[in-house]
């Protein structure tokens, strides 16, 4: 098991999308580099997606920045209900900086099968401390 976000996490999250293969992603995500600045109490844990999954630090290819606290990126990532991620982004607890257009592509964009599994396996390895 591994604390949600921290170093241990992250390498165990690429590890894992190592040992997945191809995850077979629907063209806006596979094509998405989105960074995030999560916060955590007083720290800044920056990340980005890409490829599929959640990378440790800030991407420079990334155009679009989401600026949110970590319980909502851990609600994301254990629910990925889109109405609750539209209510947060309209109360302001998701801030978007840069292209919003990436952000539109994700409401029709639907994780493949080998996502899918794939965040399944991250979900029963991680722990939300």
Known sequence: MAVF?????????EKMG????ELNLPPALENMVINLKVTDGDEVIESHFAN??????LNAEATTTLLLDRNILQSIITDFDM?????AFMSGKIRVEGDM???MALQTARPSDEQKALFKDIKSMTTLA
């Open 5 to 13: 976000l921290t170093d241990n996490w992250f390498e165990e999250v």
């Open 101 to 103: 257009s990436q952000l």
């Open 18 to 21: 190592n040992e997945a293969g």
């Open 52 to 57: 599929g999954l959640l990378h440790k630090g």
């Open 83 to 87: 109405n609750e991620i539209m209510g």
